[in-house]
């Protein structure tokens, strides 16, 4: 071969050759799988309820069904100032209770008379969901839904002619109010009510009368990106308490059964296993944790001076969201139509605390080592998990199910908090970590945690001061895939 031949050869083979060593394929996804409208679910994170209807005036939690509608009269209805003070806090979505258990309807529905057209409010020509859902897109929410399937006015409840009216009620809901992004299945199922003046206690076998699997239907043909919530899905599932937390162990999947270990359905399931999901379940069913900043669901006076602190919101933040669930948060509005002052101050200085926790990522700075990457290819290197794309990530050889990744510091730095995200699209595979901090000559463990899913936050016991830090995956029945590594001052 000539001289010149052989330089040209030279180059085209190194190019081959580097095309060869950066074809490795991305890992196999493990286990269930998220959908696509779950994993835009996900990236929500935080998200809000909206109690509001007769009982806010009534003073009660639950209301009868036998409320006049005319008591729902908001004296300074403000849908941008509401919806505002939930964007201060870092909420994503907003979902109203459309119609609570008392049956009253928060929009002028064509399928009873017990709703806003009724009421005093703008004469009767007024619409809180529409309202809402504008102000919410004008200021960059999701909009949701809660339609209670117990209706304790309705006096067709019960009955099979009910069925119709709930889904005429939804579909009202799905077809004149834009994008849903959430809709609420509550699990709460009969009993005394109104029920058109009959005043007595109805009881529906829960398993069946709802026929639940035609209404889904119906949902995910005229709203197919929204996600359903109950207590056993079908897109996301309830973490079985309302203190809003999830279990220190949390599997994004979850095998619901019945409370008694038959089958589940809308209204029972066995809330024990809720918390904790099911390692490898067959269904992808994050947890959605609910729960009021105040102690009742519904707006009352006397509740003015029991608002949670930021404080509180945020260690309910650590263990919903950082433990892979998504946070619903319910902010009650006042009689006025308003978030209270009080909510809104503790709102605020929550969104402020998330935004200087999170503002600066110390791994960032740091030079990045790690045992194994996958085909020694850059899409798969350790940097990704710096970069805050979701769609990126560090991931091992088949065969390395416990690698380590090595953070070195030009200076020490100080962390007390330490966020693992997983490239969920892929499954949850982790099922242990360790982190570790360079101390006096030596390794010292500072950190562990099990599940990590969606987004784990690991607060240690102390500030952590080091110039070397090293995670350790020691679990995984693959190879990880994580997207995000973060160390923060907490």
């Known amino acids: ?151 304790r006015n309705n006096a067709a409840y019960g009955k099979p002619e009910y069925i119709a009216i709930y889904r005429a009620q939804l579909t009202e809901l799905l077809t004149q109010y834009g994008p849903i992004f959430e809709i609420w299945f509550d699990g709460a199922n009969g009993g005394t009510g109104y029920y058109g003046g009959a005043r007595e206690k109805r009881l529906i076998d829960k398993t069946t009368y709802y026929d639940w699997p035609n209404t ?47 089958p589940a359905s809308v209204g029972d399931v066995d809330t024990r296993q809720s918390v904790t999901g099911t390692r490898n379940g067959k269904l992808w069913l994050p947890p959605e944790c609910d729960v009021s900043i105040r102690p009742g669901w519904f707006w009352h006076e006397k509740e003015n001076g029991r608002v949670k602190t930021a404080g509180v919101l945020w260690d309910l933040y650590c263990q919903s969201v950082g433990r892979g669930a998504n946070l619903l948060l319910n902010v009650p509005p006042d009689r006025r139509g308003r978030v209270n002052e009080a909510d809104a101050v503790s709102l605020r200085q929550f969104g402020e605390l998330r ?66 995200r997983e490239c969920i699209r892929l499954g949850q595979r982790v099922a242990s970590v360790e982190i570790d901090a360079w101390r006096d000559g030596a390794w010292s463990k500072v950190a562990g945690a099990t599940s990590v899913g969606n987004c784990r936050l690991i607060r240690t016991d102390e500030p952590v001061t080091t110039d070397h830090v090293r995670l350790r995956i020691t679990s995984s029945p693959v190879c990880p895939a994580l997207s995000d590594f973060g160390l923060f001052a907490g």
């Open 1 to 151: 071969m000539k001289r010149r031949d052989f330089l040209r050869a030279v180059p085209l083979a190194a190019s081959l050759a580097s095309m060869a060593w950066s074809a490795e394929s991305e890992p196999a996804p493990y286990g269930s799988l998220p959908s696509a409208r779950q994993l835009s679910w996900h990236e929500l994170e935080t998200n809000s309820f909206l109690h509001f209807t007769v009982n806010t005036f009534t003073d009660r939690e639950w209301g009868n069904g036998d409320e006049d509608p005319s008591v729902f009269n908001p004296t300074d209805f403000d849908a941008d100032a509401m919806v505002a003070a939930l964007k201060a806090a870092g909420l994503k979505g907003v979902i109203p209770t459309a119609k609570h258990h008392d049956g009253f309807c928060l929009w002028p529905t064509k399928t009873t008379e017990h709703c806003i057209r009724n009421s005093t409010w703008k004469d009767g020509k007024g619409d809180v969901l529409r309202e809402v859902s504008e102000a919410a897109r004008r200021h960059g929410l999701k909009f949701g839904i809660y339609l209670s399937p117990w209706d």
């Open 216 to 262: 889904w239907a119906l949902v995910r043909r005229l709203q197919p990106d929204a996600v359903m919530f109950s207590d056993m899905g079908p897109d996301i599932r309830w973490v079985g308490n309302e203190r809003g937390i999830a279990g220190e162990t949390c599997w994004e999947t979850f095998d619901p059964v019945g409370a008694k270990g038959g």
């Open 355 to 420: 935004s200087e926790t999170f503002a600066r990522n110390l791994a960032v700075a740091a030079r990045l080592t790690a045992s194994n990457t996958r085909g020694n290819d850059r899409r798969f290197a350790p940097r990704n998990l710096l970069d805050e794309d979701p769609s990126t990530y560090w991931a091992t050889d088949d065969s390395v199910t416990t690698p380590e990744l090595t953070l070195k510091f030009r200076k020490p730095v100080t962390f007390r908090l330490i966020r693992l």
